[in-house]
């Protein structure tokens, strides 16, 4: 999949393909081909390092991007997963169980959302939209965290929780409510990674965390910019002027002490080159959990107090807060 800001790059490289194909012994071509290769790269350079905000969102929603199930094959093992609420049914759009992650053997709750593969799967998984099954699903795994004295580790990737009258009718915002409140006052410590899209409350159902990392194109926010251009400016199409203007980067949530540790992706997106950025994250989860691991759960209770009541506050308070960081790279 191209997206549009990449099609000059794609079109570099279709003429270099073209050319390397006709090219044979001839030195002019070849020669045209080294030319074509240095703009190319040049091309790539001028791009990608100066994405817009919109753009990064664009290159969070790629479809080729790590997944959950990548993301649970690369960094676990024994993934036990588990299935249903208890009360109305399963819902495929968020998924968790045990897991032993391979580095450092440490077990896990693991929970995130699966999007699917492919188009297919896609739809079975509602796009990661999950309904309020779903979250009162992840608040059972929640429960079971806290009774085995297990780390909560999330990989949040979702447009936000499903809007629809099913969805409302079955109490979508107090299941996500009651996530946010289970995670507040866990006992045990919560890891979380956003890793493709972080949507409004879907998202900090999962992500109320005490160390919270983010892919560098991946952003979160309380609604989509297409969505703010809407109600906004009465126009969607003005979404790159709203992203802009929300300030729902991984550089502007760091800034803000939202995030703790902006990870790198390669130039173009973590669907560029996969393996690396699957690795990063799982070291990032790994050097979390080894700071938070045997921690007190009534410090967990007061550092995440202090972490959540310092968000937003002026910055002549910021000197007294303890125990909350904003600096990139903190693991």
């Known amino acids: ?16 393909l073209e050319l390397q194909r006709l090219a044979g012994e001839s030195e002019e071509l070849q020669g045209e081909i080294a030319n074509l290769q240095r703009a190319l790269e040049t091309a790539r350079k001028r791009i990608y390092l100066n994405l817009t905000p919109y753009q990064r969102v664009q290159i969070s929603r790629h479809p080729e991007r790590p997944n959950f199930r990548t993301y649970v094959e690369a960094l676990t093992e024994d993934f036990y997963e ?11 759009a968020v998924s968790g169980g045990f897991a032993r992650l391979k580095e450092g053997g440490r ?10 593969r492919d188009v297919k799967s896609r739809v079975r998984t509602n796009f990661g939209m999950a ?3 779903g979250y009162r699903k992840l608040r059972r795994l929640y429960a079971l965290a806290a009774r085995f ?24 915002a107090w299941a996500i409510s009651e996530d946010l409140l289970a995670l507040a006052r866990s006992p045990v410590p919560v890891v979380s990674v956003i890793t493709g899209e972080g949507g409004s ?29 809407s109600i906004i400016f009465r126009d969607p199409s003005r979404a790159e002027e709203a992203a802009e203007a929300m300030r729902i980067t991984a550089e502007d949530l760091a800034e803000h002490g939202i995030v703790d540790e902006v990870i790198p992706e390669p130039l173009g997106g973590a669907h560029k080159d996969p393996a690396p950025v699957v690795e990063a994250v799982g070291g990032a989860i790994g ?3 080894e700071r938070l691991e045997g921690t007190d759960p009534s410090a967990l209770f007061e550092m995440r107090y202090r972490r959540y009541r310092a968000i937003g506050a002026p910055k002549s308070l910021e000197a007294g807060r303890n125990g909350h960081h904003t600096s990139r790279g903190r693991g």
Do not use: W
């Open 287 to 289: 050097r979390a959990l």
């Open 1 to 16: 999949m191209i997206l549009d800001f990449e099609r000059p790059i794609k079109e570099l490289e279709d003429r270099i």
């Open 201 to 229: 409350g879907g998202a900090l159902a999962m992500c109320l965390a005490d160390y919270l990392g983010i892919l560098e194109n991946s952003y979160l926010s309380v609604i989509a910019p297409e969505s703010c251009a």
């Open 131 to 133: 309904h309020p099954e």
């Open 107 to 116: 077990r896990v709750v693991l929970v995130g959302n699966d999007k699917g």
């Open 82 to 92: 588990l299935s249903g609420d208890r009360h109305y049914g399963e819902d495929v």
């Open 149 to 172: 004295g297990l780390p909560i580790v999330s990989l949040v990737d979702t447009p936000g929780a499903f809007a629809g009258r099913g969805a409302e009718e079955r109490g979508q």
